[in-house]
């Protein structure tokens, strides 16, 4: 797997009874930002479940650089530097912002210079560090939820659909964070909000019904209506 | 209305309850001693609630455990405290005033041990292989349980045990026509002792962080890296240590104790930690002081109705705060 980050071999996940991935193959090279697309309920969420170690992949493999992290503990494959950003953003509410971020530290210290950027990137963090991360608006929170994923640096981070319910002027803020990101990590978006995703994206993947049915460069996905139709359907150009 | 609300909330919200209570009582009861000697007992019980409330709360919010089998742990502190005080008849018994006082905390202390150990015995072989299933849960803790109350009557038999009292702590303060037993004093302080060792635990150390945002958000805090399973077993014991310590209070306090000491506590305890907010240390405090009040003053008002008012107090809360009056999590 030269050049991968991640690689998911015929991944088959089920929730309680439900079979719900079928076999899901997945490149993710090392360095960049790289989109899952797919419609509700396509299965996108249970795939980064099943990679952080919420979910137990049934059967497949999960490998992450050289570690075979399918029956990992999700602790453990937070250890190995992946950084998880769920779709309702996993703040902390009854904690301040400041206590949240602490967590996401190893020791519980800061690297002062590394905190400023972040505070730089997301200015309202800083604004609010001591107050209680309950009263942060819905775009504050996802600030925080990925401040907090970026506030050591990581190999991978997976984030679950960062936009959702962001005023365009914070998604084009989002995007300039991304980039910045991007730079020194890998990250693996999942997105309905195609204009964002094409954006930023180097790769994407397109899954339907539990299965990867697109791999490609979002390139090439964003050029051309044909595969647009073809992949994303109505319910994608209707969310553009 | 909203008027209402806000000057509610500026003067302290909820915390505001037992002052309303009290008032309320003071009203009612009209003689101002009688009144006084009705809310010390209160605060008092109130305050050996909290420490069998404390750790089922705890237990409850961060690993989403029904423990049915907390009470056991409650009865277990109770007859280890009576019969530590037992032996050390001598030192309780006597007029030297050190040694009553070291001769009950040694007992406390050996209930808290044991009921810590208890509890990890029991977090180990019964609750841990029903992780996440709250039906098992249920059936299991119950039976551990019924089990652990045979053994009690076992080891302790039937009869009611007596309870030595420290020498130092027998008799009231009388201050005019106001009358307050010492143990209760004592009781209130050693509960407020171990609340702020608690705060100071949660608030300030980082296992305190980690606990705090794992009541809120358990897999989140394994997505950050870290073992809530490992931290869980830590909780679970000081829980059952503290519900051990409030036994043995409580067995000191009533004087003649038997096996069903706990299972009678439970009900009371399980209101505190519903009307508190579970998982929140603040919440179980502020939920048995009320309780504690209410008990107390409906005792002394109309007897009958007094475990009732608390129900009623319950529900009351449960409909103006579905989720406690501190819960943990901030929605
Ligand atoms: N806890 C659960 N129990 C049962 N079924 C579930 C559960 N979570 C997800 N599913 C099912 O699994 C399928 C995939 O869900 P998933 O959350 O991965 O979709 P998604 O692509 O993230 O959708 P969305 O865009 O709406 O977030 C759906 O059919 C969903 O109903
Ligand atoms: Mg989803």
Redesign the interface.
Known sequence: MSGMILRLDDVHTDIAQYHILHGVHLDVPEGGVHVILGRNGAGKTTTLRTI?G?WRARKGAVIFKHHDITRM???DI??LGV??V?ENM?V????TVA?NM???T?D?SFDTARLDRVQTLFPPLKTFWDK???ALSGGQKQMLAIA?AIIERRELILIDEPTKGLAPAIIRDMIVAFREIAAETTVLLVEQNFRFAGALGQTVAVIDDGRMVHHGQMAELVESQKLQDRYLGLSMAAAE | MKDLNATFERFGGVMLLPVILAIIAFVLIGRPATWITLTAAGLAMGMMIFLMASGLSLIFGLMDVLNFSHSAFVTAGAFVGATVLGWLTLWIAGSNPVLNIVGLLMAIAVAAVVGGLIGWFFERVIIKPVYGDHLRQILITVGGLIVAEELILMIWGGAPLPVPRPEVLTGSFIIGEVSIEVYRVFAFGLGALVYLGLYLVLDRT?VG??I??GV??R?????????IDRLFIGVFMAGSALAAMGGAMWAGYQGLITASLGAEMMILVFIVVIIGGLGSIRGSLLGAVLVGLMANYVGFLSPKVALLSNMILMMAILLWRPWGLLP????
């Open positions: 952080m919420l503990h999700v602790s937070a250890r950084a998880f769920p996993g902390f509410g009854g904690l206590e602490r967590l996401a190893r519980g209680q991360a309950h907090r | 980082r962080l980690l705090r945002a809120e958000n897999e989140m805090v394994e997505a950050l890296g870290f073992r943990a999590v901030k929605r």
